[in-house]
């Protein structure tokens, strides 16, 4: 479909850009950092790589060739300049319109423009993080009186949670164990959410709320 496209920040590359997404989109997988040390007068090699609990990924880099339509030469490069001055070298979010509920972040690079006749041709690349983030910061709130048990989904990337809570309250992780002694929103040293179930349990009377960005390859 033509009008199919890529979120650029705010501008959309069709109805806003007025370019046409070609066949060709590439969407890199992230490199894992390996970290392997060698040790002397031993086969093989220690390997470090999820020494922190998770892997760590380098950059992926995603690209979009577009075509513009015109009725005239000049028409071609006051579109391509139009581009370059809304996006090139900007650090935004980006959208994959036939990828609803995440976007990835990376900054824009507008490649160098061809044409022949009324028709150009140009790519854009992205140089942007691994993970893709999801559209909406996932929020959960919770009464407790007492005590309570409340189950976080988290997907696939390990991320802090931060906590807002009413009254002072105890709140138990895996074997993390603080009591917050005053109301307000903050994060605690040592909760992080890994992919799947987490069980958070909290001591006390009040209302809490839970907030975190969640990501995946």
């Not at 890199?28 to 970290?35: L, N, S």
């Not at 950059?59 to 391509?80: C, G, M, Q, S, W």
């Not at 009413?166 to 993390?176: A, C, L, Q, Y």
Request: glycine share 8%; proline share 3%; aromatic share 12%.
């Amino acid at each position: 479909m033509y009008n199919e496209g890529i979120v650029f920040g705010t501008f959309h590359s069709y109805r806003d850009l007025n370019l046409i997404l070609n066949s060709g989109v590439k969407i890199g997988t992230p490199e894992a950092k390996i970290e392997e040390v060698e040790v002397l007068g031993s086969d093989g090699a220690i390997d470090y790589t999820e020494y922190f609990g998770e892997v760590f990924y380098k950059n992926r880099t995603l690209t979009f060739p577009f075509t513009i339509k015109a009725k005239v030469a000049e028409d071609i490069e006051r579109v391509y300049a139009d581009v370059c001055k809304k996006i090139h070298g900007k650090k935004v979010k980006i959208t994959l319109d036939w990828e609803s509920g995440y976007y990835f972040k990376g900054r824009i690079s507008v490649g160098e423009l061809a044409h022949q006749k009324r028709i150009g041709t140009f790519t854009i690349t992205c140089d942007c993080e691994p993970y893709r983030y999801k559209n909406d910061v996932t929020i959960s709130s919770c009464v407790v009186s007492g005590k309570a048990s409340v189950v976080y989904i988290n997907d696939q990337k390990n991320v802090t949670p931060q906590f807002k809570i009413s009254s002072p309250m105890t709140i138990s992780f895996e074997n993390v164990t603080t009591t917050i002694k005053t109301d307000g929103t903050f994060t605690v040293p040592g909760i992080v959410f890994k992919e799947g179930e987490n069980v958070v349990t909290y001591t006390g009377n009040g209302t809490v709320e839970v907030s975190y960005q969640e990501r995946r390859l």
